[in-house]
């Protein structure tokens, strides 16, 4: 099995219509890839001990997408050395 390279994390499953395009980039250049949903809101702690084992886990870099004050990116940087790519979405 191909170790994750790439986290594509967003606040919510309504971020996917967003994010799945992200995804299907990934696919289409055969990189291993994880999606997940992880609120800054709703789940923080579940978040923190996301971006603080991403490093650890080998990823190259996470994907974050996040509607309304879109915490997310911000908050996974804040918690790991991973570069982390910040996708709005938009809000409903």
Excluded at 7 to 27: N, P
Excluded at 60 to 67: C, L, S, Y
Aim: proline fraction near 5%.
């Amino acid at each position: 099995m191909t170790p994750i390279q790439i986290g594509v994390v967003m606040g919510s499953s309504s971020d996917w219509d967003t994010m799945q395009h992200a995804v299907e980039i990934l696919q289409q250049f055969g990189i291993a890839h994880e999606a997940r949903v992880v609120s800054a809101h709703r789940m923080p702690d579940d978040m923190f001990a996301y971006a603080e084992a991403a490093c650890g886990r080998g990823l190259k870099a996470i994907i974050a997408g996040a509607g309304g004050a879109a915490h997310l990116p911000g908050m996974i940087a804040a918690k790991t050395t991973v570069p982390v790519l910040g996708v709005p979405v938009a809000s409903r």
